[in-house]
């Protein structure tokens, strides 16, 4: 079984190793979904590994979603921050 370590993990994904530790963080502190990432391989002692197999199986389940029609966004967006003086009605003074 060939395994992966963060570094190729992240290569593998076209990210960086920093981004798959924050994830990692995110995910043991319950921010964000564990299918974010492949399940990882933790030996106490030891920096966390990927089974090459279990990264691709993954990989097919996360692409398979991929085909779903994404959600329709709202139509009109709410602006933020400050109004344009463009942005407000002209007044006419006489």
């Known amino acids: 079984m060939k ?4 570094k190729k993990l992240a290569d593998l ?10 994830m990692r963080w995110q995910i043991r502190r319950g921010l ?4 974010r ?3 990882a391989i933790e030996l ?5 590994v990927y ?3 279990d990264v691709r199986q993954w990989l097919d389940k996360v692409r398979g979603g991929a085909s779903r029609p994404a959600s ?8 933020t921050g400050r109004p344009r003086k463009t942005d407000l009605p002209s007044i006419k003074l006489m």
Request: hydrophobic share 25%.
């Open 3 to 6: 395994m992966l370590n963060t």
């Open 13 to 22: 994904l076209g990210t960086t190793p920093r981004t798959i530790n924050t």
């Open 32 to 35: 964000i979904a564990e299918c």
């Open 37 to 39: 990432l492949p399940p």
């Open 44 to 48: 106490p002692g030891a920096r966390p």
């Open 51 to 53: 089974a090459d197999e």
């Open 72 to 79: 329709k966004l709202p139509e009109e967006r709410r602006k």
